[in-house]
């Protein structure tokens, strides 16, 4: 079946590292979205992309960054883990009729 | 820029009694609204949508309706269960053909009481 696998499912860092969260989708959509999930302020949009070699920033981007090689994959780059970036991570996809389809998630910490 | 409000933030009802949560939205141009289920630990899910040009829709004991002119919309739980338990969100669509993403509210927690 097709789906959308986030990994890892959670991790462990150190301020200052870099760190790659991976988003796969096999439905083939062309529209790719990174939200993160803190308390009290539902899903924050992050980056997303409508399609190969498109990226944009979404509302909360400084400090992320996304590529768009491949139909797929969106990876979510933290150039440098800060404390603030705690939180838990989760990739969607749609196929550009609105409905979208949430991962597992990613629970990071920043130590 | 885009605002999704939702209200309440927590809501708790007796089992049976019918819960509502209601949604505003500042983008006119809005035209896609859909409702996801969190449970603890789980991803949201979706559970109802509806289009701009239908007022209401509904499946089973969820209900949603939309307000265009005064950019709101609401969700209905009928007969609810301990199982509907979850926080919910609501959300509008932003864009349009196919280059679209959605603003999300801030969520309520529901929780319902045997």
């Not at chain 2, 609401?74 to 932003?94: G, K, M, N, R, W």
Request: negative net charge.
């Amino acid at each position: 079946d097709a789906e959308i696998t986030q990994s890892p499912r959670h991790k462990i860092t150190e301020t200052g590292r870099q760190v790659t969260l991976a988003c796969h989708q096999t439905w083939n959509h062309n529209n790719m979205f990174w939200y993160r999930q803190d308390l009290g302020h539902g899903l924050r949009l992050i980056h997303y992309s409508y399609g190969v070699q498109d990226t944009n920033k979404g509302e909360v981007s400084d400090g992320y960054s996304v590529s768009r090689s491949n139909t797929e994959d969106l990876p979510l780059t933290l150039e440098s883990a800060a404390s603030s970036q705690t939180s838990v991570y989760f990739c969607a996809s749609s196929d550009g009729a609105d409905t979208q389809y949430f991962g597992p998630g990613t629970r990071l910490t920043v130590l | 820029g885009e605002n999704v409000e939702q209200h309440p933030s927590t809501l708790s009802v007796q089992e049976g009694d019918s819960a509502v949560i209601k949604c505003t939205y500042s983008d006119s141009a809005s035209n896609y609204f859909p409702w996801y289920k969190q449970e603890l630990g789980k991803r949201p899910q979706l559970i109802i949508d509806i289009r701009s040009n239908v007022g209401e829709k509904k499946d089973q004991r969820i209900a949603v309706t939309l307000n265009k002119t005064a950019k709101h919309f609401s969700l209905h739980i009928t007969e609810t269960q301990p199982e509907d338990s979850a926080v919910y969100f609501c959300a509008a669509s932003i864009g349009s053909g196919g280059y679209n993403k959605l603003i999300f509210g801030a969520g309520t927690r529901l929780a319902v009481h045997p």
